[in-house]
């Protein structure tokens, strides 16, 4: 873990003095437009290839920029031999899968996302991936705000009455650390979570002991174990009224960089609040990293996947 900190530092580092020295705007411009046109579930027609570069930002309900060329070494080439990036490009551009994998079903497609199913296979186990090649957490662009709000859409499909509906009674979302995950192309876990994952976030609610600001995430008052499929471990918890913010940049802003953390090595964890009477309008968003005593490095453990 030390290691990929090390490695991931530096990078960043350039990352945020090219950001400063030209903007934001000209960073992003030239991004590659991996996003495509949404064909049909068994294929369809091909959309732009890989290696198309818009050279103005997309129009409203467009795809949104991708990484620019500078944050490939961080954040992944469309070359990349990647199992979940091949099913991305054979839903947006038709691409066959490279043998033995086989032709994933797309559940969804619009110009930012896809939606497949997650493993194993069940009505409470799907993805949601970028049309975008980025490897996961640890990409940088992913705090900028061009990127598309991925963890609002994930809950837009999760929710019930949405396109892919999470069929089970509490609903999570999640995305693991770098060193946790299997696949190199972001992924968010839209699962089920159990009914006493709801209850012990309310109850901490009611104690106040997690943060209503994103300012005040960091701090250890407002941390507390929660029991998962591995026990007990330790996250920071916020609640959110809304996803509107990008959830990366809240993490990075307020709790990785103040602590000098690597952003590789988080995961975060968002719970809809659900009561008796359905969703109460509000989110839990849980991070933990193996920087806390009892912490964890990823989402698997609070998410119900069988």
Same mark, same amino acid.
């Not at 089970?168 to 696949?183: V, W």
């Given at each position: 873990?030390?290691?990929?900190?090390?490695?991931?530092?530096?990078?960043?580092?350039?990352?945020?003095?090219?950001?400063?020295?030209?903007?934001?705007?000209?960073?992003?411009?030239?991004?590659?437009?991996?996003?495509?046109?949404?064909?049909?579930?068994?294929?369809?027609?091909?959309?732009?290839?890989?290696?198309?570069?818009?050279?103005?930002?997309?129009?409203?309900?467009?795809?949104?920029?991708?990484?620019?060329?500078?944050?490939?070494?961080?954040?992944?080439?469309?070359?990349?031999?990647?199992?979940?990036?091949?099913?991305?490009?054979?839903?947006?551009?038709?691409?066959?899968?490279?043998?033995?994998?086989? $032709?994933?079903?797309?559940? $969804?497609?619009?110009?930012?996302?896809?939606?497949?199913?997650?493993?194993?296979?069940?009505?409470?186990?799907?993805?949601?991936?970028?049309?975008?090649?980025?490897?996961?957490?640890?990409?940088?662009?992913?705090?900028?705000?061009?990127?598309?709000?991925?963890?609002?859409?994930?809950?837009?499909?999760?929710?019930?009455?949405?396109?892919?509906?999470?069929?089970?009674?509490?609903?999570?979302?999640?995305?693991?650390?770098?060193?946790?995950?299997?696949?190199?192309?972001?992924?968010?876990?839209?699962?089920?979570?159990?009914?006493?994952?709801?209850?012990?976030?309310?109850?901490?609610?009611?104690?106040?002991?997690?943060?209503?600001?994103?300012?005040?995430?960091?701090?250890?008052?407002?941390?507390?174990?929660?029991?998962?499929?591995?026990?007990?471990?330790?996250?920071?918890?916020?609640?959110?009224?809304?996803?509107?913010?990008?959830?990366?940049?809240?993490?990075?802003?307020?709790?990785?960089?103040?602590?000098?953390?690597?952003?590789?090595?988080?995961?975060?964890?968002?719970?809809? $609040?659900?009561?008796?009477?359905?969703?109460?309008?509000?989110?839990?968003?849980?991070?933990?990293?193996?920087?806390?005593?009892?912490?964890?490095?990823?989402?698997?453990?609070?998410?119900?996947?069988?």
């Amino acid at each position: 873990m030390n290691d990929q900190q090390n490695a991931n530092d530096v990078p960043r580092r350039q990352f945020v003095a090219l950001s400063g020295a030209i903007g934001a705007a000209a960073l992003l411009t030239g991004a590659a437009a991996m996003g495509g046109t949404a064909t049909a579930a068994n294929g369809g027609s091909a959309g732009p290839t890989p290696d198309t570069c818009p050279t103005t930002p997309p129009p409203p309900g467009g795809a949104s920029p991708c990484p620019p060329a500078q944050l490939q070494g961080l954040c992944g080439r469309p070359t990349d031999d990647d199992p979940l990036w091949h099913d991305v490009q054979y839903c947006t551009n038709g691409t066959v899968p490279p043998p033995p994998q086989p $032709k994933p079903d797309c559940l $969804k497609m619009t110009p930012n996302y896809v939606v497949l199913h997650g493993r194993p296979e069940t009505t409470h186990n799907y993805l949601l991936l970028p049309t975008c090649r980025i490897t996961g957490i640890e990409c940088p662009y992913l705090e900028t705000s061009g990127v598309a709000n991925y963890w609002h859409e994930a809950w837009e499909n999760a929710r019930s009455g949405g396109s892919v509906p999470v069929q089970y009674p509490n609903i999570g979302l999640g995305i693991n650390s770098q060193g946790a995950r299997r696949f190199d192309q972001l992924h968010i876990h839209m699962a089920g979570v159990r009914a006493s994952t709801q209850r012990r976030l309310q109850e901490l609610e009611t104690q106040g002991r997690m943060a209503t600001s994103p300012s005040q995430w960091a701090a250890t008052g407002n941390q507390a174990a929660i029991t998962g499929s591995a026990g007990d471990r330790v996250y920071r918890i916020l609640r959110l009224p809304n996803l509107r913010d990008n959830l990366f940049n809240l993490l990075y802003t307020n709790v990785v960089r103040p602590n000098s953390l690597s952003m590789a090595n988080q995961t975060m964890i968002v719970v809809p $609040k659900i009561t008796a009477t359905g969703f109460a309008n509000a989110f839990y968003v849980l991070n933990s990293d193996t920087s806390i005593h009892d912490g964890t490095s990823t989402c698997d453990s609070l998410l119900v996947y069988n």
